[in-house]
């Protein structure tokens, strides 16, 4: 795809991330055409959503991969739409957190382990 004929949008996202410390770093929203793709970088990690119909569907790809990483309490707020400066102007979008895997929910694995006693003292 033609870089030239793209669009960006920049977001905030602020949240906890998967060392329960607070951050708060630009993502963008880049489209080409009628595709969209988000983009994060943060510290050394670096994600780039794959192509997606919607800027929503590309920024909620992003939310879910963080949260499946373990950041939690995310949020967003746009900041520029294309070369135009937002500001505060734009509300934030807060993404509730995945549920907690259930305690009575064990994978086969550790169920083996512990019919065998395994690791019991």
Same mark, same amino acid.
């Given at each position: 795809?033609?870089?030239?004929?793209?669009? /960006? &949008?920049?977001?905030? !996202?602020? *949240?906890?991330?998967?060392?329960?410390?607070?951050? &708060?770093?630009?993502?963008?929203?880049?489209?080409?055409?009628?595709?969209?793709?988000?983009?994060?970088?943060?510290?050394?990690?670096?994600?780039?959503?794959?192509?997606?119909?919607?800027?929503?569907?590309?920024?909620?790809?992003?939310?879910? /991969?963080?949260?499946?990483?373990?950041? /939690?309490?995310?949020? /967003?707020?746009?900041?520029?739409?294309?070369?135009?400066?937002?500001? &505060?102007?734009?509300?934030?979008?807060?993404?509730?957190?995945?549920?907690?895997?259930?305690?009575?929910?064990?994978?086969?694995?550790?169920?083996?382990?512990?019919?065998? *006693? !395994? *690791?019991?003292?």
């Amino acid at each position: 795809m033609d870089p030239q004929s793209s669009l /960006t &949008n920049v977001y905030h !996202i602020s *949240g906890i991330d998967d060392r329960e410390r607070g951050f &708060n770093r630009q993502a963008q929203v880049i489209a080409y055409g009628d595709a969209y793709r988000a983009r994060l970088r943060y510290e050394a990690l670096q994600i780039e959503v794959e192509f997606v119909d919607t800027e929503d569907a590309a920024l909620q790809r992003l939310i879910h /991969t963080l949260q499946a990483r373990g950041y /939690t309490q995310l949020r /967003t707020q746009r900041i520029f739409q294309g070369e135009q400066y937002l500001g &505060n102007q734009e509300l934030w979008v807060d993404y509730p957190d995945p549920d907690p895997p259930d305690a009575q929910s064990v994978s086969w694995f550790l169920r083996v382990r512990q019919f065998l *006693g !395994i *690791g019991k003292k």
